[in-house]
């Protein structure tokens, strides 16, 4: 597939999906001599580096005008590499950029703080570690603190910086000595903002699938989309953090290479123009792995139903947020029910969750999200909920799993019909078993519609028209008019 033709697939496949004004948040600013063999050779210009422009004249090849205007930077993670000099070298290009930063590649025997005086002196948001600086020969084998020094944890916390970790070891996220460090670590140092970079290195799909579980609840763990092919990895993590937690990368330069990265049982294999013989397919051609990349996100995005709105956080708001760049329009939680309350009486459906129950002016009256305990209001603020439980009827919590994947399954087999659902007489049985006194069960759409059931049932019974009641009875008064006497 040529430059032309890239361009042309993505403007039918992608350009209506990807928003403009894109943020990058992992791509490689680097000189020729800091490269690695792998990466590709024509992005570079005519000097050889590989800085801004070459960024941009790459991405536009295939992009178009929907090319990302501001990016996070960094070097190419190479043993031998000059950090000093490529830092600096990212620095230089980004320096003029307004809305773009740079993270510093560090090495565990940096002095901390020579590393300090070098991101204060440059547009650095925090720090980049990478496994091939553990003092280890298999280095893919090893832990993240043996290539992430505590002392670079303490200046991002200090600092409220950003780290960003890829991870090794054979199952990634799925193994628990690397969900176990990024918990505790997070936890110890909150104001640390830690970037688990290919959405936590899901290359093999299922293991962000099985480990993104155990990081739910942590306040500053933040997920890329880079070089991820697959959909899966991505959908784990929106279906764990919702949409806010996750940031659109390319990989810049990998993503300029044609190929893809492929799950394979219990680990993943990199198909490349070099390592395929591609004449053996009737119809497959490697693409770009930056479109690759972009087809898994927007399946991900379609296959979790989100708008394009989400889809506009994950590209261009999330790390523009995350990094300082842009804040988010403050108070939109407080001005919607001031609104509402000129619209609704009351201002809500339910007294019950009214907010000056609370705090007036204070309590988050409407969410965005909410997963277990957690809540996020419309200005992104999380709570943990230690009131209600939506009024009682989330016990389990909020979007609990398997509750989920019931409504979902029926919504999508069809969850209306003129026909009757045979889940009812199931329900029915459950109910009579766990209230043997009962001997039949009828439905009802609210508690208002049953208490009137009741009512009707109790009067055809027994020939008796007044009702005793007592506490909450809703919009029901008719129960008063119902006792009043002529006299």
Partial sequence: M???????????????????????????????????????????????????????????????????????????????????????????EVRPLAGSRMLLMIHPDDDPADIEAAAMSSPCVGLK??????????????????????????????????????????????????????????????????????????FCGQHTVEGIEALRGLDNVYFDTAGICESEPLKAILRTFGTRRLLFGTDFSVSEERGRCVSVAD?????????????????????????????????????????????????????????????????????TYRRAKRLIPGGTQLLSKRPEMYAPDRWPAYFAEAQGCEVIDLDGHRYCDMTTSGIGSCLLGYADPDVNAAVIRRVELGSMCTLNSPDEKELAEVLIELHPWAEQVRFCRT????????????????GRDRIAFCGYHGWSDWYLAANLSDS
């Fill in 2 to 92: 040529s430059g032309t033709s890239d361009l042309e697939f993505f403007n039918t496949q992608l350009r209506s999906f990807v928003p403009p004004g894109g943020f990058d948040a992992h791509a490689h600013l680097y000189r020729r001599e800091d490269a690695v063999d792998a990466l590709p050779r024509h992005v570079e210009d005519e000097s050889g580096q590989v800085g801004w422009t070459a960024y941009s004249r790459a991405l536009e090849r295939w992009m178009g005008d929907r090319r990302p205007i501001d990016g996070l930077f960094f070097t190419v993670p190479k043993p031998a590499l000059d950090r000093p000099a490529a830092n600096r070298f990212v620095a230089q």
């Fill in 129 to 202: 570690v990478y496994h091939v600086y553990a003092s280890r020969a298999d280095t893919f084998n090893a832990a993240p603190g043996e290539f992430l020094p505590e002392w670079a944890w303490e200046l991002a916390h200090e600092h409220g910086w950003l780290i960003m970790l890829h991870l090794v070891r054979v199952r990634a996220l799925a193994d628990p000595v690397n969900h176990d460090y990024v918990r505790e670590h997070c936890r110890r140092y909150p104001n640390a903002r830690l970037l688990l970079a290919h959405a936590g290195r899901g």
């Fill in 267 to 335: 680990g993943f294999l990199w198909l490349s123009e070099h390592n395929v013989d591609w004449e053996l397919s009737e119809f497959g051609r490697p693409t770009l792995i930056g479109i690759e990349s972009l087809l898994a996100l927007k399946q991900a995005c379609r296959s979790a139903r989100l708008i394009d709105a989400d889809v506009e956080r994950i590209v261009c708001c999330n790390a523009r947020q995350l990094l300082g760049l842009r804040q988010a329009a403050t108070n939109q939680t407080q001005v």
């Fill in 447 to 462: 508690g208002g519609e049953s208490m009137a059931v009741a009512v009707r049932i109790a009067r055809a019974h027994t």
